[in-house]
């Protein structure tokens, strides 16, 4: 599915548990344009993606229901999201992890913590890329 949206009014979908961060990481794109639709597990991540069809996701890695891994698959096998450039956020950083996730479809994998104008970066990139 092409991108119509302009970079500056992408549509993005954030899905964190943890309440702070998921606030942080919203209300950085915001600033920077985006409109945001955050969830707090994978299994509602997964159904707000198939709702909204977002522009670019944000998938922390260890969520409750259904892990990043486990969206970022699903998702992926779907034609609708062939294409949607996904970034799995994560404190977990060894090479096995990243090189899961990023097999599973991930565009890019962040280790937490991180800088959001680093985040914001990625995602302009990515957006820029589609």
Do not use: W
Not at 75 to 81: G, H, N, P, V, Y
Not at 99 to 127: M, N
């Amino acid at each position: 599915m092409p991108n119509t949206t302009t970079l500056n009014m992408a549509r993005i979908l954030v899905a964190e548990d943890q309440h702070d961060l998921r606030e942080m990481i919203s209300f950085t794109l915001r600033l920077a344009g985006h409109q945001v639709v955050a969830t707090t597990d994978g299994a509602e991540a997964l159904q707000q993606a198939q709702d909204t069809q977002p522009d670019l996701i944000i998938l922390d890695l260890h969520m409750p229901r259904l892990t990043g891994y486990e969206v970022c698959r699903q998702l992926k096998a779907l034609d609708a999201f062939k294409d949607t450039p996904l970034i799995i956020i994560s404190a977990k950083g060894n090479p096995d992890e990243i090189q899961a996730g990023l097999d599973a479809g991930a565009a890019e994998y962040i280790r937490k913590p991180f800088q959001l104008d680093k985040l914001t970066s990625r995602v302009q990139a990515l957006l820029a890329s589609d």
